[in-house]
């Protein structure tokens, strides 16, 4: 059986992608990743675990009297949304919207409840999330309209509910995990609980997704160590890749988090890093994300993902965005400026100058280049996250906001 790694990502997108690492190297490194990959032969066995279903329907029940302005607790809220507030005043109107990353539901929740005449399509990629948002369909009846796929299936999608181009009011992408998928070590995302080494936001469904373990146990040490500099920003890639392809001779392969971590630990050989909020951090948490990141094919599909909300948003709708990590911010930052992303930063500055010791005023086409812009930036800078909201909250301590309105 033929085996692929990123379904509907073409070699462009895939290019494209890569560019925003500005290293061609990358990219020749990933059509290496792809193509080991094919060539081998996995097993799907793994279950879909309810565990925090259970918790999701406590936190939704009526009893618990989910007020907009009530702050879940952690207890109860299987994912709290971050910059809620901030979301709510940059999509305070009535229209159709689309949630691209529903997760618990916690953001549409409050523009249902804010805007009383909205509609949300709710978008995202793990059967988990979906079944909430059908949950939350029925209890606004007529508003939200559930929908199972990736940023990448989106066109499909709405195709088939006959939505326009150009027509949508509003539209919100909060990336990167969920909380329900963090926390739940059968999701394999964790490093303080064992658990398999899955990673994968769409759970089961796509048979051809690979898992984390079964990337690890065919990757090849060069195209490892590029995934782990450039997705995990990992000082002591090289050290983890060969020790990772090493292992597979000295042990059987990896196959839950735990071996995973304690294999990156004993390499690294320090006892932990200090996060941002300066609490003691694995020293496998980049290498976790950069895992995490190819698994989901996380770049790729945030850059389509910006595409489409272009494509679909009406003249004048909003795009909020919440990301939280650099690459992500990055992406996000090169399409709302127009800087064209087909081209390294290295490529475009060389461009201009070279253009500009030649001649005094900009092309024809340089011109319309730069007034065919695509977004007007909303907000100023990036919006962060208040002191108060990450005492509250700490998973929002790396949160970055930005919204732009379709020219
Ligand atoms: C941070 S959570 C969103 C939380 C949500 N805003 C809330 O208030 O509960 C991110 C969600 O986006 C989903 N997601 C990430 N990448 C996606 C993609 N490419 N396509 C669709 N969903 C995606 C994940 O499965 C996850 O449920």
Request: proline share 4%; charged share 25%.
């Amino acid at each position: 059986m033929a085996v692929r790694i990123f379904t509907l990502m073409s070699n462009r997108t895939l290019h494209n992608n890569l560019q925003y690492m500005s290293s061609r190297t990358v990219y020749n490194s990933f059509k290496k990743i792809t193509r080991t990959i094919n060539s081998n032969n996995v097993s799907f066995n793994h279950l879909i675990h309810h565990r925090s279903r259970k918790q999701y329907n406590a936190f939704a029940s009526p009893k618990l009297n989910m007020s907009t302005n009530a702050v879940p607790k952690m207890a109860t809220a299987p994912h709290i949304p971050v910059m809620s507030e901030e979301v709510k005043k940059l999509l305070s109107y009535d229209g159709v919207f689309l949630d691209m990353t529903f997760g618990a539901g916690g953001h549409t929740r409050m523009i249902l409840q804010n805007c009383s005449n909205s509609k949300i399509l709710c978008l995202d990629r793990d059967p988990l999330a979906h079944q909430y948002a059908t949950d939350l369909a029925d209890q606004y009846p007529g508003r939200v309209i559930p929908l199972l796929g990736k940023f990448s299936e989106l066109p499909d999608l709405l195709d088939k509910l006959g939505v326009c181009d150009n027509s949508l009011d509003g539209i919100l992408m909060d990336v990167g995990v969920s909380s329900m998928q963090f926390d739940d070590p059968q999701r394999g995302f964790m490093l303080s609980q064992d658990g398999p080494l899955d990673m994968r936001m769409d759970s089961n469904r796509d048979e051809n997704h690979l898992t984390a373990a079964e990337i690890l146990a065919n990757i090849d040490e060069d195209s490892l160590y590029k995934v782990l500099k450039y997705y995990g920003e990992e000082k002591h890639a090289r050290k983890i890749a060969r020790a990772v392809v090493e292992s597979r001779y000295l042990l059987r392969k990896l196959r839950t988090t735990k071996e995973l971590a304690e294999l990156v630990a004993s390499v690294i050989n320090i006892d932990g890093r200090l996060d941002k909020l300066q609490r003691f951090s694995h020293p496998a948490t980049k290498t976790f994300q950069a895992l995490r990141i190819l698994v989901n094919n996380e770049l790729n599909e945030l850059d389509y993902g910006l595409k489409s909300a272009h494509h679909y948003l009406r003249p004048g709708g909003t795009l909020v965005t919440i990301t939280f990590h650099s690459l992500e911010d990055t992406i996000v930052k090169r399409h709302f400026t127009g800087m064209d992303i087909d081209k390294t930063p290295d490529s475009i500055g060389r461009g201009v100058a070279k253009h500009r010791s030649s001649l005094t005023s900009y092309s024809n086409s340089e011109m319309k280049q730069i007034m065919a812009k695509k977004w007007v930036n909303v907000t100023k800078h990036v919006l962060l996250p208040s002191d108060e909201e990450v005492s509250r909250n700490p998973r929002a301590r790396s949160a970055k906001l930005r919204a732009a309105v379709k020219c």
